[in-house]
């Protein structure tokens, strides 16, 4: 069994270049650091790499992480500029037993040494949307969740039963330079335990690190939950309790993968489009939440082009 289990509509092509590494037999590593590499170099996705949402002084600050569930070792960096891919650099920090997460110019520095080149980030696109931005005035406000794709999450399994997850993002639009979300931070943004299953979070990271949710979904796998069990049942404690809190409006989406193969979702959007790729081919689902649990549905051709 192999699987590539990825957030957004954004990583199906992704998903599906690293599957052919996967049906050869090759290792979840290479098939997730393919997966992220694609949606990095794509302008199109506006919130990961080349061309992601710029900071509210208009730079592109990356942040990326690497797992490897047989050892638990991570590499990340935080809030870098020019790193052409930050998960090509983010994995080269795993494995060591210090200073595997990397933050700024020390970040950059390490990119450069190990060989991962250097370039503008920013898109004519990605100016003119903080150039717009900045027309409006909305740098004053409190920044809002980007209304559509967010990180890149990617969770992989191999032949072979390794387990690793790797995620990418800009993070929030018009951020304070220096803010780092989840996506860069164990068992907030990703957590990987080749025994137990991995898990990984898209949305607002103020918001999804409080729960330290892709550690609590593992948790409960280690319990025993399905991917999907556990994926629920976390998010809809997180929920609870922020209601408590009388703190609403979360902006939550969460995948999970078991050591077998099956994977889940759950959501506090609308929709959650995530992508599978599997032995038997390539599919993009939908999450939506229904009651008290998540519908998982097949995302219909023209649910597909609105996606894109
Ligand atoms: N989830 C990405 C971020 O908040 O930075």
Redesign the pocket.
């Known amino acids: 069994m192999f699987a590539l289990i990825g957030t957004w509509e954004m990583s199906r092509k992704g998903v599906t270049l690293g599957r052919e590494t996967l049906m050869q037999g090759g290792f979840a590593g290479d098939a997730v650091e393919e997966a992220v590499r694609c949606v990095e170099a794509n302008p199109d996705y506006v919130s990961v790499g080349y061309g992601g949402l710029p900071a509210a002084d208009g730079q592109v600050y990356l942040?990326a992480a690497y797992m490897d569930g047989d050892t638990l070792q991570c590499g990340a960096i935080l809030s870098v500029t020019e790193v052409s891919s930050p998960i090509a650099a983010a994995r080269k920090l795993c494995g060591r037993k210090t200073n595997w997460m990397l933050c700024g110019e020390g970040a950059k520095q390490f990119a450069v040494s190990s060989g991962v080149p250097l370039k503008d980030m920013r898109t004519p696109a990605s100016q003119k949307r903080w150039q717009e931005a900045m027309e409006q005035k909305k740098a004053d406000d409190v920044p809002a969740?980007y209304k559509g794709h967010?990180?890149v999450c990617i969770l992989g399994l191999d032949e072979n039963g390794h387990m690793v997850c790797g995620t990418s993002?800009s993070?929030?639009f018009l951020k304070v330079p220096g803010r780092?979300?989840?996506?860069p931070i164990p068992g907030c943004?990703f957590y990987c335990d080749a025994r137990y299953g991995a898990a990984a979070?898209?949305?607002?990271?103020?918001d999804?690190m409080r729960g330290c949710l892709s550690y609590e979904i593992v948790a409960r796998m280690r319990a025993g939950q399905s991917p999907q069990a556990a994926a629920e049942g976390a998010l809809s404690e997180f929920v609870k309790k922020m209601q408590e809190l009388k703190e609403d409006h979360l902006s939550i989406s969460l995948i999970a993968l078991s050591p077998d193969g099956r994977y889940g979702a759950a959501t506090t959007e609308a929709q959650f489009p995530f992508t599978a790729a599997l032995p038997d081919g390539v599919h993009v689902f939908s999450c939506t939440p229904k009651g008290e649990h998540m519908d998982i549905t097949s995302a219909s051709p023209e649910e597909m082009s609105r996606l894109n």
């Not at 979070?201 to 103020?206: C, K, Q, S």
């Open positions: 942040d969740p967010d990180t993002t993070g929030l780092i979300g989840d996506s943004g979070a898209t949305g607002l990271g103020e999804i």
